[in-house]
């Protein structure tokens, strides 16, 4: 369907004609575009699924994390693909978190998304005692 067969009311013809026919010179129909008016940009043309595995790779390293690769030296990919465990409780709470990909690529750091399954994740406890005891090994 071109930009021309769409038919305005005479008032708003009258308001928006020239600006129908200055977008139909500049950008032609839709039709003429996919046609190759323009082959300069037909290379860039994108598909969704294109467009979804870029999305889904690591854009420093180039690994596709859909497809679980993942490179443990590439700050960006972190050592996972699309999902990791619970990095609170290093995956006790046996929940997955999920890639921010948005943050990932716009920091070059791995960023995740999700909840802790244990209620408050580790306590402070649990945290401090493999320490104390470490403490009291080197006294």
């Known amino acids: ?20 026919s200055l977008c139909h010179s500049l950008c032609g129909s839709v039709d003429d575009g996919l046609q190759g008016s323009h082959p300069q940009y037909q290379d860039t043309i994108v598909t969704i699924e294109e467009l979804r595995a870029q999305l889904n790779s690591c854009f420093t390293c180039g ?5 679980e690769h993942v490179s443990l030296d590439c700050s960006e990919c972190g050592g996972y693909s699309l999902h990791r465990p619970c990095p609170l409780c290093d995956g006790r709470c ?3 978190w999920k890639r921010d990909l948005t943050m990932s690529h716009a920091s070059g750091k791995a960023r995740w998304i999700g909840e802790c399954g244990l ?8 945290s401090l005692v493999p320490a ?6 080197t006294s």
């Open 119 to 126: 209620s408050c994740g580790p306590s402070l406890e649990e």
């Open 132 to 137: 104390l005891e470490k403490l009291r090994a």
């Open 1 to 20: 369907m071109s930009v021309t067969s769409v038919q305005p009311t005479t008032e708003s013809l009258s308001r928006h004609g020239s600006n129908i």
């Open 94 to 96: 046996h929940t997955a």
């Open 63 to 67: 690994v596709s994390w859909s497809e």
